[in-house]
């Protein structure tokens, strides 16, 4: 039987939905948690139970699609990305966020077929904040269509960014100089916590642009279609193609505000996924 990208997103979104209440029903935080590689990088049991809850309903109706999931891979599986189905899936995006009870953290799905992400879902339950696309069918955030902004020019463009999520020196000092970068030439920053946030304000039209070195699969592969789709950018930071696996991501409205990051940041290099 030939499945399409529409009958995959259907069931998808149904398992997204229902572990949406996994989250709701810790709106004052998650005060039980462990740490994974340092202080800031922490797991509570609610992140392992989304995630076992949809890779689980979605091997039951698609055995033959393979998963990336953030905690399947912190304990040991495999990130391996092939031309198979694969979903690639953050089961809270923004842990931090959702243990302090900061209402901004997202379920984050995406489905890549060829290694391309053809279908993303990204969902927070707390402040029912619905963003989905699918390939060649548009973007929509709560069923309407949205688009990116016009914005071509950094002196004129809200920035999505990351600071504080690594102990990483080398990571923080790059991190210290975009900063320095985007408050003195941008319109201004806004950090949610959340790259699949960070990216679903850009494909909304309210943010310009979002770039983040470290981050994993997981976190930016809904966010890559969703910008897409709304008619945006999404590149590696240096200019070339997307890389899902590489730790590297940016964003634009245009690809002039792209070209202009591209040509300004700092890179960094983060060891492959
Ligand atoms: C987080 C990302 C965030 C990044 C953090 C972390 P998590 O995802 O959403 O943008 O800066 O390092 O990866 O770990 O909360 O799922």
Partial sequence: M???VDEYFEVALSLVKKAGNLITAHTSGCKTFQQKSCDIDLVTEV???VEDT???GLKAKFPAH????????SSGGKCELTDDPTWIIDPVDGTMNFIHGFPHSSISVGLT???????GIVYNPVLQQLFTAKKGQGAYYNDRQIHVSTIKELGKA??????GTSRDTEKRDAVFENFKLVVNKAHGVRCLGSAALNMA???LGGADANFEFGIHAWDIAAGDILVREAGGVCIDPAGGKLDLLARRVLCAAT???AQELVASIAQLYPERD
């Fill in 255 to 257: 690809p002039e505000l």
């Fill in 113 to 119: 077929i060829n290694k391309e992400a053809v279908a």
């Fill in 66 to 73: 393979k998963f990336i999931g953030e905690e399947t891979v």
């Fill in 201 to 203: 304000m850009v494909a």
């Fill in 2 to 4: 030939c499945e399409t």
């Fill in 47 to 49: 992140d392992k139970n």
């Fill in 158 to 163: 809200l920035i999505t960014f990351e600071a």
């Fill in 54 to 56: 949809i890779i689980g």
